[in-house]
C-alpha cells in the first residue's frame, strides 16, 4: 500500500517556522477549499456551518482519493482575518462582530486534477455551494501573498 501524503510534514517550514528566530517564508502557490464571510467566530452560524463545509469537503475528497489508491493527511483549517470597512485602522478582539474572513484547507495538488470527484457540493475557486443539479468538485489555487 501507497504511503500515506502528509502535506503538512513535507511544508513544515510553513506549518511548523521556528520558534526561536523570526523567518521569511515564501510561500508557494497551493490548492485550498475556501469559504468566505463574516461576523464573530464565537457566534456566527455562518462561520460555524462555513468550517463545517470546509471539512466535510476536505473528507470526501480525502476518502475519495483513498479508495482510489491516494491517502492523504487531512490539513489543518487555516484563516485570513480583517477588519471592516476596508481601510479600519483598528482590529481588535473587541470588533470580532465586524471581523471579514476566508477560512480555507489545503488539498493536495493531485486533488484539482482528478478530473471527477463526486461529493454533493461545487467549488468554484473561493465558495463551496451546496448544488443539487451537479456533483463536480473543482478545486482551484490560490496565492498566499
Not at 469537503?57 to 476518502?63: E, G, N, Q
Not at 479600519?88 to 478582539?93: K, L, N, S
Amino acid at each position: 500500500m501507497p504511503e500515506k501524503i502528509d502535506l503538512k510534514k513535507e511544508l513544515s517550514h510553513l506549518y511548523q517556522p521556528s520558534a526561536k528566530h523570526p523567518v521569511i517564508l515564501n510561500v508557494p502557490a497551493m490548492a485550498f477549499l475556501m469559504l468566505d464571510g463574516a461576523g464573530d467566530p464565537n457566534t456566527s452560524p455562518e462561520y460555524q456551518s462555513a468550517v463545517e463545509a470546509l471539512y466535510g469537503v476536505s473528507y470526501t475528497l480525502k476518502f475519495k482519493s483513498k479508495n482510489q489508491g491516494r491517502d492523504y493527511v487531512v490539513m489543518p483549517l487555516e484563516g485570513l482575518w480583517w477588519g471592516t470597512p476596508m481601510g479600519q485602522h483598528t482590529f481588535t478582539e473587541a470588533d470580532k462582530a465586524k471581523f471579514m474572513w476566508t477560512m480555507m484547507i489545503a488539498q493536495p495538488d493531485f486533488i484539482k486534477q482528478c478530473p471527477k470527484v463526486i461529493c454533493p457540493f461545487a467549488f468554484d475557486g473561493s465558495h463551496i455551494v451546496v448544488n443539487p443539479h451537479h456533483d463536480l468538485v473543482e478545486i482551484q489555487d490560490s496565492e498566499h501573498n
